[in-house]
């Protein structure tokens, strides 16, 4: 599985991608602080871990 993340201007897009390409998952973020991105980005990528 792949976790793709892009950023445009205010917002960041995060999409969750199975190897044989088919996408899963698809959310839109809007920026914050850091640390919360941070903490985002942390439970994303444990989430398709598990």
Do not use: H, P, Y
Request: aromatic share 6%; with cysteine; proline share 0%.
């Amino acid at each position: 599985m792949q976790v793709c993340i892009s950023e445009i201007g205010d917002e960041v897009n995060v999409i969750v991608v199975q190897a044989d390409g088919k996408e899963i998952d698809r959310e839109c973020w809007k920026k914050t602080d850091k640390a919360q991105f941070m903490w985002a980005v942390r439970g994303k990528c444990q989430k398709v871990l598990v």
